[in-house]
């Protein structure tokens, strides 16, 4: 059976974990949502309960939280083949601390929470692919945190730029420095002595 590019996408994320066949492929696909945003649009702003699970087939969206001053704190930027959402206000139903703001315009497909809970029990080998997706998402987030307390400035931004150099192109220093959690001055500084240093 033919698929969209998107729907080829999302089942490729799936088959490194478990197995499906064309009937449960179908099934699945059955249960999502196509949602397109434009660039700057919001998927979700604190106070919200987030409706979906997404997974994106096109663009960028950064997540985020904002201080009392109002600065912005990026926890991850989200492009293709990445999963986002806020999880404890989908499994929870609870407002959501946090914004996913679309950096580029962006594609993606949701899962509901009433088609999530169905999936589970038409094909119960889903909570296997979610099990395993949500404790890679726990080990990034434990490392994250490790890294903002263990690792210097220009530690971060040398990792952030091996690790992530197609997303590096995509975002603005601003944005990077809000993820790296110092000012864009800062950043900027940070940036030209890394690449100093790479050229000597």
Partial sequence: MQHSESHNLILQNISRF???????????????????IKKKE???QA????PYEYFITKGCLKVYTLDEQGT?????????D???????????????????K?????DLLGISR???ELLFREIPKFERFYRILYQRSLISYI?????????SAEERYIEFKTKYPETLKRITQKDLAAYIGISPEFMSKVITKVNREAKS
């Fill in 82 to 100: 990445y999963w986002t959402g806020d999880l404890a206000s989908f499994m929870t139903k609870s407002p959501s601390p946090y914004y996913i």
């Fill in 42 to 44: 919001f998927l979700l």
């Fill in 72 to 80: 912005q704190h990026i926890s991850m930027f989200a492009v293709e």
């Fill in 102 to 106: 679309a950096v580029e315009n962006s």
């Fill in 47 to 50: 106070g919200e309960i987030t």
């Fill in 143 to 151: 490392q994250r945190s490790n890294h903002s307390i263990s690792l």
């Fill in 18 to 36: 478990i197995d499906l066949s064309d009937l449960e492929a179908r099934k699945y696909l059955s249960l999502l949502t196509d949602i397109k």
């Fill in 114 to 116: 009433n088609n999530y």
